[in-house]
């Protein structure tokens, strides 16, 4: 279609000329939809063009009601956009010229189908027009380019336009979080705010949703106060994407205090707390929403069902996600995409490793995530080679593996021992797919080799990376150290891990274990004395429970549960009776 209009891109300085002026040019295919519009735009197009004798201003609101009816069909878009086109070039070679709203009107239907050819010969003709310094065509002209990704060019026509309004600033700042220049969308706001002009509620949905991306949380409450000082109307829409900043940023509190005194909730708004919780590692309190949601029969959406199986998963309650996985059945819903990926997540984290095999099969689109979360749901199942299986088969299905999916293979390899298949698979990530191995990835390496034994050569891999090794390479290292009792290394590992995480205790309590394992006691005493000068506690284990879709955690020495003292006692009881049938250390 680029060519559509490039036999006329000289026609306003030299128009040509038609005597045909009783064509039906609009194609359109032979659908209802279609033809319900063409039914209803048909008999003002055919009073348009014979009605070339009224005054040309009268002619023109006719023209431009035309187009205006056009470009607002979205369900038609592309045929609707053919159709403008026509009536468009209709007005460069009859008359009358198009004016400050013709143009805009047939920019927002190029921009509906990305048709940047098509745009920019508008754009030529609007300046030939002289009219391209219009706010309101220059507003338009920059909402076709950021829809199309022309940043550049959208920068250009904003700094060169003399007149800016509110919109004009929100199309900038919005193409910026778009393109995920996040930092770029905030000094454009500052700009802005600067000026004369305050924000309006869309922009501060949009300025709140760059502070989520960037987990600026003071910037965040900046914006808030912003809100507050200014009396901006705060409707559901301003409200979900505070909530929302707030829980990307980490201030569950002030998140809950906003959700809490909200008079209007939408499901968005439920999602926004629900996900955003889940996304905090709060995955009780995520559930606990999800309740109280149902309470209030607020239907769910799969942005709900995604964030409830993601904290089934991580807190192993399969019950509940069994629940999710009956209800997608029931209301019919696809478990494709990333319902399907949450489904498999969560009965592979709770050991259902069957069950989510399942679900990838009966999957009819698997893109690359689909493939990544059971290959690494295998593998933390044990099921290293079946995962190596899946991982072969992605070529022939045309998919091709990302970095996470090397995760899973590497990690398969390393719990089934096939150290010298996942070196290769290592290699292979910049031979073969192009892609660059992260930390995580030399971690995935030196794990392997250490579990082998290759300590020596887990250490040359440590020592030639390209970048800094970080608390995960060194930990899987020293984990390698303390189960082949390499004290001596383990030693120089813990003064890397100590240096770039001092505050966590793993480092600590893996040294002492290995000062432990080789009756290096006294050393042992001395590195659990020194966590006690630094008060520093050890993370206590935890243990869990589901009950009637209730999960229960338990910690040694916790006494918070109202019926922990029954709880002791029948451990007591337990300890007793094994000891009874044999040699066994009490609990």
């Not at 060519?3 to 891109?9: A, G, H, L, R, Y």
């Not at 909530?243 to 959700?259: E, N, R, W």
């Not at 955003?276 to 995955?283: N, P, T």
Request: charged share 20%; aromatic share 8%; hydrophobic share 40%.
């Amino acid at each position: 279609m680029g060519t559509f209009i490039s036999s006329c891109t000289s026609s306003i300085i030299t128009p040509f000329t038609t005597t045909n002026t009783s064509l039906n040019p609009i194609p359109y295919t032979n659908n209802n939809n279609n033809h319900h519009l063409w039914k209803t735009i048909k008999p003002l197009y055919a009073f348009v063009i014979k009605t070339s004798n009224l005054q040309t201003q009268t002619q023109l609101h006719l023209y431009n009601s035309l187009i205006q009816t056009l470009s607002n069909d979205v369900t038609n878009s592309h045929s609707s956009f053919q159709a403008i086109l026509l009536i468009y070039l209709h007005m460069l070679t009859n008359g009358p010229l198009p004016d400050t709203y013709t143009i805009p009107y047939v920019l927002k239907a190029c921009a509906q189908c990305q048709a940047l050819p098509e745009g920019q010969q508008i754009h030529a003709h609007s300046i030939k027009m002289g009219v391209s310094c219009n706010v309101y065509v220059n507003n338009t002209l920059m909402r076709m380019y950021a829809v199309c990704g022309h940043i550049g060019t959208l920068r250009n026509l904003f700094d060169r336009c003399p007149h800016r309004d509110l919109v004009s600033w929100t199309t900038l700042i919005q193409a910026f979080v778009k393109m995920a220049s996040f930092n770029e969308a905030i000094d454009a706001f500052l700009r802005m705010c600067e000026s004369s002009l305050v924000a309006d509620e869309m922009m501060l949905v949009i300025i709140l949703s760059a502070c989520a991306k960037l987990g600026d949380l003071s910037l965040g409450r900046k914006i808030h106060a912003y809100i507050v000082d200014n009396n901006v109307k705060c409707d559901v829409f301003v409200y979900n994407a505070l909530v929302d900043m707030y829980l990307k940023c980490g201030d569950t509190d002030s998140a809950s205090c906003i959700f809490d005194g909200m008079l209007v909730k939408n499901v968005v708004s439920w999602n926004s707390m629900i996900s955003g919780l889940a996304y905090q590692g709060k995955f009780t309190e995520s559930l606990d929403r999800f309740r109280k949601m149902q309470g209030l029969s607020v239907k769910p959406d799969s942005v709900t069902l995604v964030a409830v199986l993601n904290s089934c998963a991580n807190l192993g309650m399969l019950e509940l996600g069994k629940w999710v996985h009956a209800y997608i059945d029931k209301n019919h819903i696809k478990a494709d995409g990333f319902i399907g990926n949450a489904l498999m997540d969560m009965y592979a984290k709770c050991a259902c490793i069957q069950q989510a095999y399942g679900i990838f099969q009966e999957m009819k689109f698997k893109d690359v995530f689909s493939y990544t979360t059971i290959i690494v749901g295998l593998a933390i199942n044990g099921e290293a080679q079946r995962a190596l299986n899946i991982f072969y088969d992605m070529p022939k299905h045309g998919t091709k593996p990302d970095e996470v999916t090397f995760i899973g293979v590497l990690s398969a390899c390393s719990h089934a021992g096939l150290v010298d298949e996942g070196v290769k698979h290592f290699h292979d990530m910049s031979m073969t797919y192009n892609l660059k191995p992260q930390t995580e990835h030399y971690g995935c390496l030196v794990d392997l080799l250490g579990r082998a034994g290759l300590i020596h050569e887990a250490l040359k891999v440590v020592e030639n990376m390209p970048m800094e090794p970080d608390g995960f390479v060194w930990g899987a290292l020293l984990g390698a150290c303390k189960i082949h009792g390499q004290v001596e290394l383990g030693e120089k590992v813990v003064k890397k891990l100590v240096t770039l995480e001092p505050e966590k205790d793993g480092a600590y309590i893996l040294m002492s274990n290995l000062y432990s394992s080789a009756n290096r006691w006294r050393d042992a005493v001395k590195v659990r004395k020194a966590m006690k000068e630094m008060k520093m506690k050890k993370t206590p284990g935890c243990s869990s429970v589901e009950i009637d879709g209730v999960v229960y955690e338990f910690r040694r020495g916790d006494k918070s549960n109202p019926k922990s003292k029954d709880v002791y006692k029948a451990v007591e009881r337990i300890s007793s009776h094994l000891k009874d049938y044999g040699d066994y250390s009490a609990l």
